[in-house]
């Protein structure tokens, strides 16, 4: 008979298979909608790409991102947003739609007319392709030092069929006509103190023909006629998110290898997030050849949102990769992008969020402080710093410091939390290194607090219930036994002679004793007044240095019955590994 137990015999339990989990039609009118249509491109090469600096990038903050508020900024928001992504170092910035009414138009002017604009910043305005908007447009942008219009029309079939009404001639006509409009008011409105660029956007990209974007691009670039020193910006948005993101990438990539004039164009991607996945287009977008992305802090914009900024750059700076945009005062960039769009950056929200640097899993907390305890024992053994090592913390991709946040943010503990992470607050708070069995009693101690209390427990409330139990203090003083003093005598047989004086059940009381070093000689003094007490383990540890270091004492103590800790910290080793038992003795009466 064999000793193998045979799948599903009586007795043993079924194993699960695909079958056993098989999903069932949802019943949604999935009829409605068409599949993405592909690119033919067998040979992409953007797959074995990796990104090794960054991409140039365009903040559209204050157009894209600001027209999709219920609130559009005021003119102070928007001076603010504007002046906080030059401190970042945006150097291409979009900032608004100036013939759309006074409110954009008169902030662009302000801008210029107040100096507010660095030389090496190029500031960039959009228009339609009509000829008053693009006047208006040109206008705003007299006296600017560095400046770029940005014309779009819609090139896509449902556009041109549903919206529009007009043929593909008709479509591309009227960007031809716009970027010559463009070319002619700049020549006429703007002097030579201005550098002028222009970028052209074939709008719905994503859903367009991609033969047909190509050919309205090129006729875009025949007017312009991109040369050494004069680029064209060809901007493909995927202006509603409509596939996986590798179909992006493949439509940069054969958009990048048809295009004409290639090292005179900067082909710039502007990934919008409908699907959820505006970050993976972005960055699968410069791997299959985008020059420059564009999108807003945070992600800002319509319906689902932008291309998030800060996500990309921080991916890249954690990859070792600079992303050439400071972020070192993460809590500084949100707190003016909340102020200037009022909306909230959401608590789980990558690298910024609240919370992104906080574990409640007590294993998660465990594995966080093992991390940090090796990195600085490496940074020891090799005399170094801990910035100048690999990063390598588990389940923190970057050292939170490096974006401004402090440890005590790190690990924060509730119901859900381990000996980990309480342990870590302890060690970073105040020094104390727990053994582990002790890390392993003080949790279920909080573990008891939050299940009784309900939430988190801040460490300044971890603090107050590890005095409580281990450290009573002269204002709130527990248990039988209250240490005053202890003198230690060598007596001939070299055996230890222990004198304490203690406050004991309320009475001043001299305890005496002998033994094999001060503990034993405690010991044995405990047990003139009935206690009955075994030292299981012992450690200790120095938390400071100088003539007035304090010491702490650890003790595992049998106390009767009951095993359990006792913590001691004094100046005097002695005295803390004294303080360290009575701690314990009090807990064992405290019950």
Known sequence: MSSHATAGAAGSPTPITAATVAQRPSGMPVHKYAPFQTVELPDRTWPNKRITKAPRWLSTDLRDGNQALIDPMSPARKRAMFDLLVRLGYKEIEVGFPSSGATDF??????????????????????????????????????????????????????????????????????????????????KILGGETVFGYQYSPEIFVDTEPEFALEVCEAVMDVWQPEAGREIILNLPSTVERSTPNLYADQIEWMSRNVSRREFVCISAHPHNDRGTGVASAELAVMAGADR????????????????????????????????????????????????????VPERHPYAGDLVYTSFSGSHQDAIKKGFEAMEAEARAKGVTVDELTWAVPYLP?????????????????????????????????????????????????????????????????????????????????????????????????????????????????????GNGPIAAFIDALASIDVDVRVLDYSEQSLSEGATAQAAAYVECAVGGKVLWGVGTDTNTVRASLKAIVSAVNRAERG
Not at 107 to 125: C, L, M, N, Q, Y
Not at 141 to 160: D, E, I, Q, S
Not at 440 to 458: L, N, P, R, V, Y
Request: proline share 4%; hydrophobic share 35%; glycine share 8%.
């Open 106 to 187: 008169d902030f662009v002017r302000s801008i210029i007319e107040e100096g507010a604009i660095p030389e090496d910043v190029t500031i960039s305005v959009l228009t339609q392709a009509r000829e008053e908007l693009i006047e208006r447009t040109v206008e705003s942008l007299k006296g600017a030092p560095r400046a770029t219009v940005h014309l779009y029309n819609a090139t896509a079939p449902v556009f041109r069929r549903v919206v529009f009404r007009g043929s593909k001639d008709d479509v591309k006509a009227i960007a031809v006509d716009g970027t010559r409009l463009v070319m002619e008011y700049a020549e």
């Open 293 to 344: 992305v564009e999108g807003c802090l945070f992600g800002q914009g319509e319906r689902t949102g932008n291309l998030d900024l800060v996500n990309v750059g921080m991916n890249l700076f954690s990859q070792g990769v600079d992303p050439q945009i400071d972020f070192s005062d993460i809590d500084e960039i949100r707190r003016t992008y909340e102020y200037c769009n009022q909306m909230p």
């Open 398 to 514: 970057i050292d939170p410091k490096d974006v401004g946040r402090s440890y005590e943010a790190v690990i924060r503990v509730n119901s859900q939390s381990g000996k980990g992470g309480i342990a870590y607050v302890l060690k970073n708070d105040h020094n104390l290194d727990l053994p582990r069995r002790m890390q392993i009693e003080f949790s279920k101690i909080i573990q008891a607090k939050t299940d009784s209390e309900g939430g988190e427990i801040t460490p300044a409330q971890i603090w107050s219930v590890f005095e409580d139990e281990y450290l009573p203090t002269p204002g709130s003083a527990w248990g039988r036994i209250a240490l005053r003093s202890a003198q230690k005598l060598t007596t001939d047989d070299g055996r230890d002679a222990l004198s304490v004086e203690a406050v004991v059940d309320g009475a001043d009381t001299v305890l005496t004793g002998h």
